[in-house]
């Protein structure tokens, strides 16, 4: 079992291989929109996880995962090779490519925020123009209790 920090050590190694490899080496016009967000590499060091998003080409239009991922499919073997030839490891890891869900992530949480920030907004205004249901000071305060009636007096009249 390797150290962790070699492992991680190794897994940003992979990363920026494969991302220089897939936007110099290989011409396939599949993986052009592909970046890789990340690597993670088990203890062994014999299997890596390649984490990759794909933009679109325009904002308007949707991303293809699925081609994108048969892309990346087709030239693992290619990678395999460019990480193995620049690593310098006895064993060259298996790669595996995962979409990274982390966009999606952020997008979800940006639109969480926005609500929170909404009703923040509406609490807000509603407390600006609310007024007390009672009294201004509904505490009791000990110079009051000696000046205010008691049962007793208002008995008596």
């Given amino acids: 079992?390797?150290?962790?920090a070699r492992a991680a050590k190794l897994a940003k190694?992979?990363?920026?291989?494969v991302a220089t490899a897939i936007e110099h080496?290989?011409?396939?016009?599949?993986?052009?929109?592909?970046?890789?967000?990340?690597?993670?590499?088990t203890n062994d060091l014999?299997?890596?996880?390649?984490?990759y998003t794909v933009m679109g080409?325009?904002?308007?239009?949707e991303p293809d995962y699925e081609s994108a991922a048969a892309g990346l499919e087709k030239a693992r073997g290619q990678l395999r090779s460019k990480v193995g030839a620049g690593t310098g490891v006895r064993f060259t890891p298996t790669l595996r490519f995962e979409p990274d869900?982390?966009?999606?992530?952020?997008?979800?949480?940006?639109?969480?925020?926005?609500?929170?920030r909404e009703q923040d907004e509406r609490v807000a205004a509603a407390a600006a123009n609310a007024k007390p249901a009672g009294e201004a000071d509904?505490?009791?305060?000990e110079d009051e209790d000696?000046?205010?009636p008691s049962d007793e007096d208002e008995a008596e009249r």
């Fill in 1 to 4: 079992m390797a150290d962790p």
């Fill in 13 to 17: 190694r992979i990363a920026t291989i």
């Fill in 25 to 41: 080496d290989i011409k396939d016009p599949r993986l052009d929109f592909v970046t890789v967000t990340d690597a993670r590499v």
């Fill in 46 to 51: 014999h299997d890596a996880t390649v984490y």
């Fill in 57 to 61: 080409p325009t904002l308007d239009v």
């Fill in 101 to 116: 869900t982390v966009p999606e992530a952020v997008a979800t949480m940006e639109a969480l925020l926005a609500k929170a």
């Fill in 138 to 141: 509904p505490y009791k305060h």
């Fill in 146 to 148: 000696a000046a205010a």
